[in-house]
């Protein structure tokens, strides 16, 4: 983007000047609608499909993975209280939060331990499927348990399948697709971390590194796989499968917070603060979300000071034509997940009318997060998982036109607020003793 360019932007959007001085802040989505009508790309239905799909697979999951039979093959976390986390955000910020505090565990999910798990196993699975059904190895009505025979596994060996990642993505991938047999590659960027890579070529999965970012690494993958018929390319920027996988979960959590006895309706609104890389995860749980709740659910993206990638591209409409580097960002952060400069167009174009709003974080709270979770409850988040937290702390103190405007303030005592936690279980003990250490 040349200086004249730039110039136009910053007078038409101001809050601008704010992310380049890489203030946290929170942006109100003006293009938000009460009642969106569906999109245009996805439906409804394309989620219940997905839903029905990986009910069908359950029964390799659970044979595949045997953590996953305690949810009979199921990939799911729980919705958890977090009362102590609260008391200690309200003691160190001098804020009453109104309202229960409650943690998406996300980051416990079983294969991966991070809502990956959701998206990028469901492709893989759907893929598989497909290729099994069309070579007349499958039947919609089977038992999918045969899929862990030698004979799936060799039949899978033919063919390929490439994805670049920042480091989780590339691990559902990697960990799923090499379980069932196929050829994966996965293309990281700079931000990835050892470990992650390590753990991939334990499991026979190819790592490619890069010296640049996420969309480098994304387009390299696309570009090698184009030229192969035998290779699927998970296509994190643009992919319907993905962002379907990652919906089925806001069917999930409709079951759970009924068992848990927590209303939403007009009276009792839900908040929702999920983490924004490129867009597809917290993209598909919205969408999921919006379909269930309406306009009693309240969806924010949150994204490092570094790559607010999703917000700029929304707030001035030109989506994957500007990046975060386009107004002088590094996009260097130490949460991984989130290091991406460049945002879906695809999923920013969906989030037009459903979501209320995205603000920035910076990684220093994101480490004071991540060490008061460990001590105030046990918990193990990694850094990106801790965007989430900062949401009710900035809606409150900065969103106070975002609640009278839909008639919130009165509703809050009776609101809940549902961090979404997207990952840390796969974190090897070492890194997280630096974590939690204050050499970082
Ligand atoms: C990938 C990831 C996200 C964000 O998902 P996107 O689809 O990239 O927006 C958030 N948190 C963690 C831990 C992740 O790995």
Not at 136 to 161: A, M
Not at 346 to 362: A, H, N, Q, R
């Amino acid at each position: 983007m040349n200086e004249t360019n730039l110039k136009k932007l910053l007078q038409k959007f101001p809050l601008i000047n704010d992310l380049i001085e890489q203030k946290t802040v929170l942006w109100e989505n003006d293009k938000y609608l009460k009642n969106p009508s569906s999109s245009t790309q996805v439906g409804l239905n394309d989620v219940t499909d997905a839903a029905k799909r990986l009910e069908r697979f359950a029964a390799y999951i659970q044979l595949a993975f045997p953590e996953t039979e305690k949810n009979n093959g199921l990939i799911e976390s729980s919705i958890i209280e977090i009362p102590n986390m609260k008391m200690l955000i309200e003691g160190r910020r001098g804020l009453r939060i109104p309202g229960k505090l409650m943690l998406k565990c996300d980051h416990a999910l079983p294969i991966s331990g991070s809502i990956k798990a959701r998206g990028g196993i469901y492709e893989v699975l759907k893929h598989a499927e497909t290729l099994s059904i069309n070579n007349g190895l499958l039947n919609l009505e089977d038992n999918y348990s045969k899929l862990n025979d030698d004979s799936f596994r060799q039949f899978f060996s033919q063919y390929k399948i490439a994805v670049g990642s920042t480091g989780n993505l590339g691990l559902s991938i990697g960990i799923m697709g090499a379980k069932l047999g196929f050829n994966v590659t996965v293309h990281m960027s700079s931000d990835a971390k050892e470990w992650k890579k390590a753990l991939l070529r334990e499991k026979g999965v190819t790592v490619i590194e890069y010296e640049s970012d996420y969309s480098k690494a994304v387009e390299e993958g696309r570009k090698q796989a184009e030229s192969d018929p035998m290779c699927h390319f998970i296509d994190d920027e643009n992919s319907k499968d993905l962002f379907v996988g990652y919906a089925v979960s806001a069917f999930r959590v409709q079951q759970q917070l009924k068992q848990l006895n927590v209303k939403v309706d007009k009276d009792h609104p839900l908040f929702v603060y999920l983490p924004c890389g490129v867009g597809g995860g917290p993209g598909g749980v919205a969408y999921g979300l919006k379909q269930i709740y309406g306009e009693n659910v309240h969806i924010f993206f949150a994204e490092p000071t570094q790559s607010p990638c999703m917000l700029l591209g929304m707030m001035t409409d030109l989506h994957d034509k500007i990046a975060a580097q386009d107004i002088g960002l590094t996009n260097k952060t130490e949460a991984d997940g989130l290091a991406v400069g460049r945002a879906s167009s695809f999923v920013g174009k969906e989030m037009e009318p459903i979501l209320s709003g995205c603000y920035t974080v910076d990684d220093s709270f994101l480490f004071r997060s991540l060490k008061g979770m460990y001590e105030q409850e046990n918990i193990f988040m990694e850094p990106s998982a801790h965007a989430g937290i900062y949401g009710p702390i900035i809606l409150l103190n900065e969103g106070k036109s975002y609640l009278e405007k839909h008639g919130l303030l009165s509703k809050l005592e009776n609101a809940t607020h549902l961090v979404w936690s997207t990952g840390g279980n796969m974190v090897p003990q070492d890194q997280r003793q630096l974590y939690l250490s204050d050499r970082i």
